[in-house]
């Protein structure tokens, strides 16, 4: 009985979003983007006023949010059963100007991330634009 050759070929990657926009590197450069916009930007000031003055958990949570969303490792989603955005930020009073902030910040964040796909950014940019634009209480 003969052993089996190795191979040298990587391994195949699903085709998803999050592997498809360049994976763990892109979300975190898209987080720690936006953020930083958040934190410098006077236009965010509601926003970030919002928030915790330490933001590296948000970080943190936003990457791991954005890759299982995206069809990347639900690592996110298994830690919080049951938590959607929606119901993460349902103690909040997000009104349209903060949504749109956020969304603001995040569309920035995302076409400063260089990503080649420009469609699939796009995309991505407008879903999650929806989303925050969602969460609105007039």
């Known amino acids: 009985m003969s052993a089996a050759a190795p191979t040298?070929?990587?391994p195949v990657q699903p085709n998803t979003p999050f592997y498809r926009l360049g994976g763990t590197p892109v979300m975190t450069a898209i987080v720690e983007r936006f953020y930083d916009l958040m934190e410098q930007d006077p236009a965010y000031a509601e926003l970030r006023a919002m928030h915790?003055?330490?933001l590296s958990m948000m970080?943190?949570?936003?990457v791991g949010f954005?890759?299982?969303w995206a069809g990347g490792p639900r690592d996110w989603f298994?830690?919080?059963p049951g938590k959607c955005m929606m119901?993460?930020?349902k103690p909040f009073v997000i009104t349209?100007?903060?949504a749109g902030q956020w969304a603001?910040?995040?569309q920035r964040a995302i076409a400063d991330a260089g990503i080649a796909d420009a469609e699939l950014s796009k995309a991505m940019a407008g879903v999650l634009t929806d989303m925050a634009k969602g969460m609105a209480r007039a």
Do not use: F, I, Q
Not at 59 to 62: A, E, P
């Open 66 to 68: 954005l890759t299982g």
């Open 87 to 89: 119901s993460a930020h």
């Open 96 to 98: 349209p100007a903060v």
């Open 59 to 62: 970080r943190k949570s936003l």
């Open 52 to 54: 915790a003055p330490d």
């Open 104 to 106: 603001d910040a995040m």
């Open 78 to 80: 298994d830690a919080n």
């Open 8 to 10: 040298t070929e990587a």
